[in-house]
């Protein structure tokens, strides 16, 4: 057993079961954000945490170890950008790339969040322990359609 399939378990068991990751969040005590990018193998998960979501989804002990060791993160196989800001952007999106990907279709459907119809704000956040850049991004969902 490896990593990758763990994570495929996890994934045929929400599927099968017609489990939600805020669900399964909630049951973690830690946001949905988070617990769906470590249920897809992107983060850690402490042994307490891993028994929680080794019961929700009927892992192994073996199988919840996985769960525990720190992972490669990545989940995108793309070139890498050089330049320093956006291999930092590409780096939000290969972690976090696939948990978008579930939450919006968990919430919206199959589609798309637009790049076009879309919005951005960034600001400055004054912190004492040094500022931080906000950034909200907003597109309209588009979902796939029939023909």
Known sequence: MSRI??????????????IKWSD?????GLSKEWVTAACLGQMTLTPQQAGVVGEIFGL???EQKWLMVVPYKGS??????TDPL?????????VYGTTFK?????????????AIDFRMDLQREPNPAGDRVSITMSGK?????TY
């Open 5 to 18: 399939e763990v994570t495929e378990k996890i994934v045929t068991a929400k599927v099968a079961k017609g």
């Open 24 to 28: 399964v969040a909630a049951k973690v």
């Open 60 to 62: 192994s002990d073996a």
């Open 76 to 81: 995108l196989p793309t070139p890498v950008p």
């Open 86 to 94: 956006i291999y930092r952007f590409y780096e939000l999106v290969s």
């Open 102 to 114: 579930e939450l919006i279709h968990e919430e919206f459907g199959d589609g798309i969040m637009s």
């Open 141 to 145: 969902f588009l979902p796939y359609k």
